[in-house]
Nanobody, 115 residues
Framework: QVQLVESGGGLVQPGGSLRLSCVVS????????MSWVRQAPGKELEWISS????????NYADSVKGRFTISRDNAKNTLYLQMDNLKFEDTAVYFC????????RGQGTQVTVSP
């Protein structure tokens, strides 16, 4: 069956970096656009980045543009999110999603930005 498993979250100080990974199974990553979304406490789900399977084009929300980088390794069926210069407001549970926001997603990985 379709599975997505995120990892790499944790506690980091402001200005720090983390790299999230999402290993997928049950489908070939190469056939799909993939995205990262996040949900902060008490807030709605927020789309933050997508990467197309066709031309590998990348798109980012304004809130993370210039700080986050999405990438993928189709051979490893893995999606990544490099997060640099993290801010307090980046604290959230991060999910990888097949498609944009409505597709299958994993259980998420917690990212906490705090001194």
């Amino acid at each position: 069956q379709v599975q997505l498993v995120e990892s790499g979250g944790g506690l980091v100080q402001p200005g720090g970096s983390l790299r999230l990974s999402c290993v997928v199974s049950g489908f070939a990553l190469s056939f799909y656009t993939m995205s990262w979304v996040r949900q902060a406490p008490g807030k709605e789900l927020e789309w933050i980045s997508s990467m197309a399977n066709s031309d590998r084009s990348k798109n980012y929300a304004d809130s993370v543009k210039g700080r986050f980088t999405i990438s993928r390794d189709n051979a490893k069926n893995t999606l990544y999110l490099q997060m640099d210069n993290l801010k307090f407001e980046d604290t959230a549970v991060y999910f990888c999603v097949r498609g944009f926001t409505n597709g299958p997603r994993g259980q998420g990985t917690q990212v906490t930005v705090s001194p």
